[in-house]
């Protein structure tokens, strides 16, 4: 069993930052894939950024040149460093870990861009 746990969201005004966090309950350097998801209400789930298994990223074309991906092993965390940010990005951001063919996911924290 994995745990993610995100923290750092927020509301915050249009073109203001945030920094979101994963931690996670086990070791993510044995992590198939970690990323960052959001749903906004009555739209599907999308990706906005994503480790992939040989630790190459992709990032949704909203996101390039305003969020990056990165990770601490040394704390089991993972982040989301989101800058100039939009009305459009108000969503629920969810962590989500592929461990050994699992998936898992966060309850996930709340982004609410003002404009």
């Known amino acids: 069993q994995v745990q993610l746990v995100e923290s750092g969201g927020g509301m915050v005004q249009a073109g203001g930052s945030l920094r979101l966090s994963c931690a996670a309950s086990r070791n993510i350097v044995i992590f198939n894939a970690m990323g960052w998801y959001r749903q906004a209400p009555g739209k599907q789930r999308e990706m906005v950024a994503i480790?992939?298994?040989?630790?190459?990223?992709n990032y949704a074309e909203s996101a390039k040149g305003r969020f990056a991906i990165y990770r601490d092993s040394a704390k089991n965390t993972m982040y989301l460093q989101m800058n100039n940010l939009k009305s459009e990005d108000t969503a629920v951001y969810l962590c989500?870990?592929?461990?050994?063919?699992?998936?898992?996911w966060g309850q996930g924290t709340q982004v609410t861009v003002s404009s």
């Open positions: 480790f992939n298994e040989d630790d190459s990223t």
């Open positions: 989500h870990a592929l461990v050994f063919g699992y998936p898992y």
